[in-house]
């Protein structure tokens, strides 16, 4: 089980994520759409924990400063080891700064960041797949080109835990 900080896309962008999702699962690859609990939902990741008390780690983030709506725009595809895919988007100083923020409010708890999302290791990205066998990353890059670029908007932020799919909506936007 991790609890992530998520920024939340705008209901076009979720759908474009998710109408991918859909047809890497026609292509028969694996997404986060039949993954567990099935309740995951598109969304970019400032930290995942490995460890922590959830209420404790909502009053840290909710105690940030709100800032604007964040404009994201995927322009790459990513492969990560164990069978992950992700569409990427730049890590620009403005959303490197707001990382940073996060983490340190959450590391300020006592929780455990996962050493991927430490600032200076941490990708930008939206999760495609995960645990897909080596043979059909390919297909799932070129299935992700053909959407790219994908530009939207993170319009809100929760905490979510990866192991249920349960949401805790954030009042601002880290």
Known sequence: ?????CLLFDPETDRAVRRLWAALEEAGIGTL???????????????????FDAEVVATAVEGLVGGPA?????????????????????????????Q???????????????WHYRPG??????????GTHQDLLATAAVRAFD????????????????GTGRRWPLVNLP
């Open 1 to 5: 089980m991790a609890l992530a900080v």
């Open 33 to 51: 759409l039949s993954h567990t609990h099935r309740r995951h939902v598109p969304h970019l990741s400032y930290a995942v924990l490995r460890s």
């Open 70 to 98: 964040l404009e994201v725009r995927f322009n790459a595809v990513g492969l990560f080891p164990r069978g992950r895919a992700a569409l990427l988007l730049p890590a620009t100083q403005p959303l490197l700064m707001r």
């Open 100 to 114: 940073q923020a996060v983490v340190d409010a959450v590391t300020g708890t006592g929780a455990d960041l996962h």
């Open 121 to 130: 290791r941490w990708i930008p990205h939206c999760s495609l797949t995960t």
């Open 147 to 162: 959407v790219l670029p994908l530009e939207g908007t993170a319009v809100s932020a929760a905490l979510i835990d990866s």
